[in-house]
């Protein structure tokens, strides 16, 4: 079972015209959520296309329209693309304010390989298909409109909330860095690009998935050089880049970084453990008793699934090699893509790479600028929180905490220490997860529900 602490949200009473915002939203505004859906699909607002701006003053035209001041709005251009923040002032200017985080970019998709267009949006059989609808667009109208509801409402928040809208999520992550360099301080982050609810495949509620926290990407390179020559005269084997690259790669294949826990791992597999048959359900719950089970831990590493909860993994996922068929090659490359346990540095991870390979003439090189992160803190105020507003959006469901293997723009808040928490209001069927893949749809069922989440959480945690 989640190790839910005892203590309560320490929140200030809601007034009882404040407790009537969170009350279950009317049917029209989950249309509204919809039509704004539909409208944002149609922004093609892939990297390159140079409409995350239009798209982001559409979403300010919707936000005007739903009672906010123009100039409590701001568009930052960022290259080609930019953020958008609103600025809705709290009455106590001491508390530090919360940020919704979402991204307004999405990944490409090529209209060839769709069954519809994906920039045209289509509501067909219970679902809204087209690129973004569930990621990352679901979740900006969602709070979007939840936002202008709560304000026409007359709701006001004695804690600041801050919209914060990325550009480019799925590529460069750069308007996701400024953003949290210039709200550095505040009090908390709600991302509605992660965590979530899952359904069975015959509808029934099952979980909820609260991520507050994320490995580390990073990217290596290891390279060897020669002078090359004839093939005809192949030197020494050791001479040679690709056989020495060749050994390297069979080195990190063959090693495996130590087990590792935190608080937000040991609560997944807790809870996991319940759901899961057989030996690896066992091996969930002996790990979660005692991280230093090197069986349980063996158990687990051995599925793709959860390997990445257990411990650090490396693996090798480029490669080249040589110039010519006829030439002894001059040099040979390995890239290597790490996604690092919380807690461990980069730097970490190179000293041990650089062991593992056992070579002093490898070259090693850091691609990019990796951003490493602390998972966020399982307190009481924000379990409590979540866990109020996930009942009214599916009551009795379970809250587990989880630990992504991926990145979002959480990672760059918590890097400047701002708790973050994914906390996205669909709950789906695993099979009608399509996000970054063809026909990508989200359940139009799930709006009402994310709409009611929003309100609880915001009432919640913006009159604290």
Not at 217 to 246: L, Q
Not at 341 to 359: H, M, S, W
Request: proline share 7%; aromatic share 6%; charged share 20%.
């Amino acid at each position: 079972m989640v190790r839910i602490r005892k203590a309560l949200l320490a929140a200030a009473i809601l007034g009882s015209s404040q407790a009537a915002h969170a009350a279950a939203p009317a049917s029209d505004e989950a249309a509204r959520a919809l039509d704004l859906l539909k409208a944002s699909i149609g922004f093609q607002t892939v990297q390159g296309n140079h409409q995350v701006p239009v798209y982001a003053d559409y979403l300010k035209g919707a936000l005007v329209k739903g009672g906010f001041a123009a100039t409590d709005i701001v568009f930052t251009p960022i290259g080609e693309t930019g953020t958008l923040e609103l600025t809705w002032p709290g009455s106590d200017p001491a508390l530090k304010p919360i940020i919704i985080s979402d991204h307004m970019d999405v990944v490409a998709a090529d209209p060839k390989d769709w069954t519809r267009d994906p920039f045209k949006p289509v509501v067909e059989d219970g679902y809204i298909f087209g690129r973004g609808a569930i990621d990352d667009k679901f979740d900006v109208s969602v709070v979007i409109t939840a936002l202008t509801t709560l304000k026409q409402q007359g709701f006001k928040p004695r804690r600041t909330i801050i919209l914060a809208l990325s550009g480019d999520e799925e590529t460069d992550m750069h308007t996701a860095q400024a953003l949290a360099q210039k709200l550095k301080g505040a009090e908390i982050v709600l991302n509605g690009d992660g965590g979530g609810g899952t359904l069975s495949e015959d509808g029934k509620p099952l979980l909820y998935g609260l991520q507050a926290g994320e490995k580390t990407y990073a990217d290596f390179e290891i390279s060897f050089t020669s002078p090359g020559g004839h093939s005809s005269r192949p030197g020494p084997v050791k001479d040679n880049p690709i056989y020495r690259v060749a050994k390297a790669i069979d080195n990190i294949a063959a090693y495996q970084f130590p087990p590792q826990s935190n608080e937000l791992t040991i609560a997944y597999l807790g809870a996991m453990a319940k759901r899961t048959p057989g030996p690896v359900g066992e091996a969930m719950k002996r790990f979660a008793a005692d991280p230093r089970d090197a069986a349980a831990a063996a158990t687990l590493s051995a599925q793709p699934e959860y390997v990445g909860q257990v411990r650090t993994t490396c693996v090798a996922t480029m490669l080249s090699g040589g110039h010519a068929l006829n030439a002894l090659p001059q040099k040979a490359t390995v890239s290597v893509n790490c996604r690092i346990f919380p807690g461990v540095t980069v730097p970490d991870i190179e000293a041990t790479l650089k062991q593992v390979v056992a070579d002093p003439d490898a070259q090693f090189t850091v691609l990019g600028n990796p951003t490493a992160s602390d998972a966020s803190p399982l307190s009481p105020k924000i379990m409590a929180a979540v866990k109020k507003a996930v009942a009214a959006n599916q009551p009795g469901v379970e809250i587990v905490p989880s630990m992504s293997a991926g990145a979002s723009d959480s990672l760059y808040f918590r890097a400047v220490g701002i708790p973050s928490y994914g906390v996205s209001g669909a709950f789906m069927k695993p099979s009608d997860d399509f996000a970054h893949g063809l026909n990508e749809r989200s359940p139009v069922a799930a709006i009402p529900g994310a709409l009611r989440q929003w309100h609880s959480l915001l009432t919640t945690l913006a009159a604290e």
